[in-house]
C-alpha cells in the first residue's frame, strides 16, 4: 500500500502569510483620532481652563509684581512672546498640523486626493503659524512692507501683515470650510475660528474702540485668539473623527467595543494552517464575518444588542 506524503507549501505562500498577518497586526491611523466625544468635551474644557487661568493671573500681575517682582512673573505676560500663552498658541497649532496631515492621510485612503492634498498644505501654513508665535515673522514683514511702500497704512503698519497673512492663509480656510461643510460641528467650529481671529486683530489694532482699560483690551485680544486656535484644533479632530467613521468596519468595531459585543475583525477571522495539504481548503465562513463583508459592501451597519433585555439601535456616527 503506498503512502502519500503531504506536500509542504511553497516558501512564497508561507512568506505571504506572515506579512498579511504583521500588516493586520499593525497600529492603524485610524487609532489616532478620538472616538469617543467625552474627549472632545474634555479638550474644550481644559483648554478654555488654561485660558482662563492666564488671563486672570495676567490681571493680577501688577499686585503680584510688588510681592514676587517683576522680572519673576514675565512668563505669564499673555503679551510676550516667551509667555505660557504664546507657547500654549505654538502647541495647538502643532497638534491642529498632525491632525491635519491624519486627515490628508485619510482622505487619499478613502480616494478623495483633492481633500487630502488641501488638508497637507494646511498643515504646512500650521507649522508656520507655531513658529510664528515663537520668532514673530509677522513684525519682520510688516517693518519690510512699510520700507517697500513708505507708508505705515495704518498706525504702526500691522495692518500690512494681517493683509498678507489674510492672503495666503485665507485661501486654505476657503478650501478648507468647503471640505466641512458637509460635517456641521466642524463647519460651525471652524466658522468661530475664523470669526474669533477676526475679531482679535480688530481689537488688536483698534479698528473695534471699546472704553475699555488697556490691560482689558489686551485679555479680550489674547483671549479671542487663544480660543480661536482651540476651536481650530477642534474642527480638525472632529472632521478626523467623520473620516474614520466612514469605514463601516472601523465604526462597528469601535461601537462593538463600547457596548461589549462580540463582533470579530480580521483579526480574529486569521486561521493558521497547521496541516498543509496539497489542495488545502479555504476557512469556513462564519454568519458574523458574512454579515461583516456585507456591511462593508452595502455601507450598512447591522444593530448592536446592549448586554440586558433592552434592544439598542446602532446611531450613525458621523
Not at 495704518?154 to 478650501?175: E, H, K, M, N, P
Not at 467623520?242 to 469601535?254: E, H, I, S, T, Y
Request: charged share 15%; proline share 5%; with cysteine.
Amino acid at each position: 500500500m503506498e503512502i502519500l506524503h503531504a506536500v509542504p507549501v511553497d516558501q512564497e505562500r508561507w512568506e505571504f502569510f506572515h506579512f498579511s498577518t504583521a500588516m493586520e497586526q499593525r497600529t492603524d491611523i485610524t487609532e489616532l483620532i478620538p472616538k469617543a466625544l467625552g474627549n472632545y468635551w474634555l479638550i474644550l474644557f481644559g483648554g478654555v481652563g488654561v485660558v482662563t487661568g492666564l488671563e486672570f493671573a495676567y490681571r493680577q500681575l501688577p499686585v503680584w509684581a510688588e510681592k514676587f517682582g517683576e522680572a519673576n512673573l514675565a512668563p505669564l505676560d499673555v503679551t510676550s512672546s516667551g509667555g505660557i500663552l504664546a507657547w500654549y498658541l505654538s502647541t495647538m497649532f502643532l497638534l491642529a498640523a498632525g491632525v491635519s496631515l491624519i486627515n490628508s492621510r485619510l482622505g487619499k485612503k478613502y480616494n478623495d486626493p483633492a481633500k487630502g492634498d488641501v488638508w497637507f498644505w494646511a498643515a504646512f501654513a500650521l507649522v508656520l503659524l507655531s513658529l510664528d508665535t515663537q520668532v514673530r515673522f509677522r513684525e519682520t514683514l510688516r517693518v519690510l512692507l512699510v520700507h517697500a511702500t513708505g507708508t505705515p497704512l495704518y498706525q504702526d503698519g500691522t495692518v500690512w501683515w494681517l493683509v498678507a497673512y489674510s492672503f495666503v492663509f485665507g485661501l486654505i480656510a476657503i478650501r478648507l470650510l468647503q471640505d466641512m461643510w458637509a460635517y456641521v460641528p466642524s463647519f460651525f467650529l471652524f466658522s468661530l475660528t475664523l470669526l474669533g481671529t477676526v475679531a482679535s486683530q480688530l481689537i488688536k489694532i483698534d479698528a473695534v474702540h471699546l472704553s475699555w482699560a488697556a490691560a482689558d483690551v489686551i485679555v479680550l485680544h489674547t483671549a479671542l485668539e487663544a480660543c480661536a486656535v482651540l476651536f481650530l484644533f477642534l474642527s480638525f479632530l472632529l472632521f478626523g473623527r467623520r473620516q474614520v467613521f466612514r469605514d463601516p468596519q472601523v465604526a462597528l468595531l469601535w461601537f462593538a467595543k463600547v457596548w461589549k459585543q462580540e463582533f470579530p475583525n480580521k483579526k480574529q477571522a486569521t486561521v493558521v494552517p497547521t496541516a498543509p495539504s496539497v489542495f488545502p481548503k479555504p476557512a469556513p465562513m462564519s454568519d458574523s464575518t458574512s454579515e461583516m463583508k456585507s456591511a462593508q459592501a452595502t455601507g450598512s451597519r447591522p444593530a448592536l444588542q446592549k448586554s440586558g433585555n433592552d434592544d439598542f439601535t446602532l446611531l450613525n456616527a458621523s
